[in-house]
């Protein structure tokens, strides 16, 4: 097939404004793409208008919605109806199909089959989302016929959902898994289980292949990005992806070096994909449209089924229970980046000493990214918190060895300067991470913690200002996910005694964390967006010579699968780096989303 990727729609298609309507036999597939809204609802009335145009133009047999994973989960509307009226919101603005990212399975695996078998009027695809027997749980590709073309859509799950949810919601009473996302093989089950897929979708008749991949790029596992699938793969012609939370369109080459074109919305609902197949030439054109602002359409009839959903939940999430004088950081300055997942922060500090607090505890442990949103200076409300901490774990007291907590840091650290959700926030304790040390971690293909090679990325550990005993015992306050289930791989707490089993929920401690400890106020030790000096970074010393200004010039060619954060992780050791890269290219870039393979980027020096 003839391919053509990463060009613009003009505005006139997009918008559907004063343009004769194209002849059936001759229009385009038109595919609209969303991944990890979130629970971002707002702009649904977007994305339904759109789509009206959409068919308006090109016809209703011709326009199909899909959604690549995290829709369900993330705000306070999925946390009090475990996600049921999220789903309802995607039945009526009209998806066709979707593929179950990680955080679908966060309310339960029964919950999970219930919305997806009962209650979504859309089509939920997986080809490696697989039961004990190991048959696909979920359809891995249906076939979409537009008359003169077909289409196969086939669901990709990332393995990182055994982690990523709560690892008991794949288990049995024992401990043993019963579901599986073909994990094994260092990516090749995964690689396996698609290609199989792929070509029974060709036998079947698919003139394309497109894949709802929730994979991602940025911080994911390598073995099971989008990118390392592509190219273990052949087939697939279009990979809608979800998962890392990146907008790009780009290329990358598959098992036999043909370009395949990838594409990913970025989070919350801020682009709305667009995707032309034109059967004619075998093209694909993509663009993103933004959801927000004056010129985006909105349709009135989902803007008012919205404003009736959220209505009957307002006067519980609106309810004051503190205030802040100062924004609380989950995310960087940029407000997309998550800061908590690669740095200390204020809010991390803060939620790290509400579970010490609440179960007291000497060491008060939170996962990056399980700390969702920010927190505007101000009244503090029922929906702030429940935007933190959106997945009503339940906090835990556990006994364990200064060695487990040491292995518990070290798992946080191993991604280091990539954003892990993995990376641990702490109360109680401070520690160093000594960036020049490469991460020696071992983990198991269902990703959990299996013990650490060589030099430690962590060190001088302090509880309450002493140094850590290895052989010491110590109580350790977190959710359940991290204590009991396993989640982002912590293992090394599961057999351990526990002390309080499950006892309150993470938001109701940082309810009464405000209210009982702080009086309703939070107080001037967490004014630093940065935090308070727990987490220290080491780094080697910048040593400039002669060359300093050569270095300062020196370019960069862009890969498939690169973005600005992984250019400036990977080249000037730390993804945060970003925004620099972006101020020396700006002639060059015109969204920091989007860059493109071949492009030649200047990089600051290092």
Same mark, same amino acid.
């Given at each position: 097939m003839k391919r053509i990727a990463g060009l613009f729609l003009a505005v006139v298609l997009l918008l559907g404004l004063a343009a004769p309507s194209a002849a059936a036999d001759s229009a385009p597939v038109v595919i609209l793409c969303t991944n990890d809204v979130h629970t971002a609802t707002d702009?649904?009335?977007?994305?339904?208008?759109?789509?009206?145009?959409?068919?308006?133009?090109?016809?209703?047999?011709?326009?199909?919605?899909?959604?690549?994973?995290?829709?369900i989960q993330g705000g306070p509307i999925g946390t009090l109806t475990n996600g049921s009226s999220l789903v309802d919101i995607m039945n009526h603005v009209g998806y066709d199909y979707a593929v179950p990212g990680n955080h679908e399975f966060d309310y339960g695996m029964d919950v999970f089959l219930d919305l997806a078998q009962n209650r979504a009027q859309y089509t939920y695809l997986s080809c490696n989302f697989l039961g004990q027997t190991g048959d696909a749980v979920l359809s891995p590709y249906a076939l979409e016929d537009y008359g003169d073309v077909q289409v196969a859509y086939l669901g990709i799950s990332t393995p990182e959902t055994l982690t990523k949810s709560n690892p008991t919601h794949f288990q049995d009473d024992g401990g043993s898994y019963l579901y599986s996302f073909c994990e094994g093989g260092g990516g090749q089950e995964l690689y396996q289980a698609v290609q199989q897929a792929v070509d029974?979708?060709?036998?079947?008749?698919?003139?394309?292949?497109?894949?709802?991949?929730?994979?991602?790029?940025?911080?994911?596992?390598?073995?099971w990005t989008s990118g390392a699938v592509i190219a273990n793969t052949t087939g697939i012609d279009l990979v809608i992806d979800g998962h890392s939370h990146e907008a790009y369109r780009q290329q990358a080459a598959n098992l036999e070096g043909e370009p395949v074109d990838l594409v990913q919305t970025g989070t919350q609902l801020v682009n709305l994909g667009c995707i032309l197949l034109d059967p004619d030439t075998?093209?694909?054109?993509?663009?993103?449209?933004?959801?927000?602002?004056?010129?985006?359409?909105?349709?009135p009839d989902t803007k008012a089924y919205l404003e009736q959903i959220y209505g009957g939940f307002e006067e519980e999430l609106n309810r004051v229970v503190g205030s802040t004088s100062v924004s609380l950081r989950a995310t960087a300055e940029n407000? @997309?980046?998550?800061?908590?997942?690669?740095?200390?922060? *204020?809010? #991390?500090?803060?939620? +790290? /000493?509400?579970?010490? @607090?609440?179960?007291?505890?000497?060491?008060?442990?939170? *996962?990056? #990214?399980?700390?969702? +949103? /920010?927190?505007?200076?101000?009244?503090?409300?029922?929906?702030?918190?429940?935007?933190?901490?959106p997945y009503g774990n339940e906090l835990c007291l556990v006994e364990a060895t200064g060695q487990e907590i040491l292995d518990a840091l070290e798992l946080g650290a191993r991604s280091y300067p990539e954003s892990s959700g993995g990376f641990l926030q702490v109360s109680g304790l401070s520690y160093v991470i000594d960036t020049t040390v490469p991460s020696g971690v071992r983990l198991s293909d269902q990703g959990a913690f299996l013990g650490v090679d060589g030099p430690r990325r962590v060190a001088d550990v302090k509880v309450d200002g002493q140094p850590l005993d290895p052989e010491g015992?110590?109580?350790?306050?977190?959710h359940n996910y991290l204590i009991k289930s396993g989640g982002d791989g912590y293992t090394m707490f599961?057999?351990?005694?526990?002390?309080?089993?499950?006892?309150?929920?993470?938001?109701?401690?940082?309810?009464?964390?405000?209210?009982?400890?702080?009086?309703?106020?939070?107080?001037?030790?967490?004014?630093?967006p940065a935090g308070q000096g727990r987490i220290t970074l080491r780094t080697a010393p910048s040593e400039p010579g002669p060359d300093a200004t050569q270095q300062q010039n020196r370019t960069y060619t862009v890969k498939p699968g690169d973005s600005l954060w992984r250019i400036a992780a990977r080249e000037l050791g730390s993804g945060r780096r970003w925004q620099e890269i972006y101020a020396l290219n700006r002639e060059l870039i015109s969204n920091p989303s989007l860059i493109f393979p071949g492009q030649e980027l200047t990089l600051p020096q290092e």
């Amino acid at each position: 097939m003839k391919r053509i990727a990463g060009l613009f729609l003009a505005v006139v298609l997009l918008l559907g404004l004063a343009a004769p309507s194209a002849a059936a036999d001759s229009a385009p597939v038109v595919i609209l793409c969303t991944n990890d809204v979130h629970t971002a609802t707002d702009g649904y009335a977007v994305v339904a208008a759109c789509r009206d145009q959409m068919e308006q133009r090109y016809g209703a047999g011709r326009v199909t919605l899909v959604d690549a994973g995290d829709a369900i989960q993330g705000g306070p509307i999925g946390t009090l109806t475990n996600g049921s009226s999220l789903v309802d919101i995607m039945n009526h603005v009209g998806y066709d199909y979707a593929v179950p990212g990680n955080h679908e399975f966060d309310y339960g695996m029964d919950v999970f089959l219930d919305l997806a078998q009962n209650r979504a009027q859309y089509t939920y695809l997986s080809c490696n989302f697989l039961g004990q027997t190991g048959d696909a749980v979920l359809s891995p590709y249906a076939l979409e016929d537009y008359g003169d073309v077909q289409v196969a859509y086939l669901g990709i799950s990332t393995p990182e959902t055994l982690t990523k949810s709560n690892p008991t919601h794949f288990q049995d009473d024992g401990g043993s898994y019963l579901y599986s996302f073909c994990e094994g093989g260092g990516g090749q089950e995964l690689y396996q289980a698609v290609q199989q897929a792929v070509d029974s979708a060709r036998d079947d008749g698919a003139d394309y292949v497109v894949a709802l991949a929730h994979l991602g790029m940025e911080g994911v596992t390598p073995a099971w990005t989008s990118g390392a699938v592509i190219a273990n793969t052949t087939g697939i012609d279009l990979v809608i992806d979800g998962h890392s939370h990146e907008a790009y369109r780009q290329q990358a080459a598959n098992l036999e070096g043909e370009p395949v074109d990838l594409v990913q919305t970025g989070t919350q609902l801020v682009n709305l994909g667009c995707i032309l197949l034109d059967p004619d030439t075998g093209g694909i054109t993509v663009e993103m449209l933004p959801v927000e602002g004056d010129e985006a359409p909105v349709d009135p009839d989902t803007k008012a089924y919205l404003e009736q959903i959220y209505g009957g939940f307002e006067e519980e999430l609106n309810r004051v229970v503190g205030s802040t004088s100062v924004s609380l950081r989950a995310t960087a300055e940029n407000g @997309f980046d998550w800061a908590v997942r690669v740095s200390e922060t *204020n809010l #991390g500090d803060l939620v +790290a /000493d509400a579970y010490r @607090f609440a179960l007291g505890a000497d060491i008060g442990l939170a *996962n990056g #990214g399980g700390i969702r +949103a /920010d927190i505007a200076a101000g009244d503090i409300t029922y929906r702030d918190l429940l935007n933190v901490q959106p997945y009503g774990n339940e906090l835990c007291l556990v006994e364990a060895t200064g060695q487990e907590i040491l292995d518990a840091l070290e798992l946080g650290a191993r991604s280091y300067p990539e954003s892990s959700g993995g990376f641990l926030q702490v109360s109680g304790l401070s520690y160093v991470i000594d960036t020049t040390v490469p991460s020696g971690v071992r983990l198991s293909d269902q990703g959990a913690f299996l013990g650490v090679d060589g030099p430690r990325r962590v060190a001088d550990v302090k509880v309450d200002g002493q140094p850590l005993d290895p052989e010491g015992i110590y109580t350790v306050s977190s959710h359940n996910y991290l204590i009991k289930s396993g989640g982002d791989g912590y293992t090394m707490f599961q057999d351990n005694k526990l002390l309080k089993d499950c006892v309150v929920l993470d938001n109701q401690a940082l309810i009464s964390f405000f209210v009982e400890q702080m009086d309703g106020r939070v107080g001037e030790e967490y004014q630093n967006p940065a935090g308070q000096g727990r987490i220290t970074l080491r780094t080697a010393p910048s040593e400039p010579g002669p060359d300093a200004t050569q270095q300062q010039n020196r370019t960069y060619t862009v890969k498939p699968g690169d973005s600005l954060w992984r250019i400036a992780a990977r080249e000037l050791g730390s993804g945060r780096r970003w925004q620099e890269i972006y101020a020396l290219n700006r002639e060059l870039i015109s969204n920091p989303s989007l860059i493109f393979p071949g492009q030649e980027l200047t990089l600051p020096q290092e």
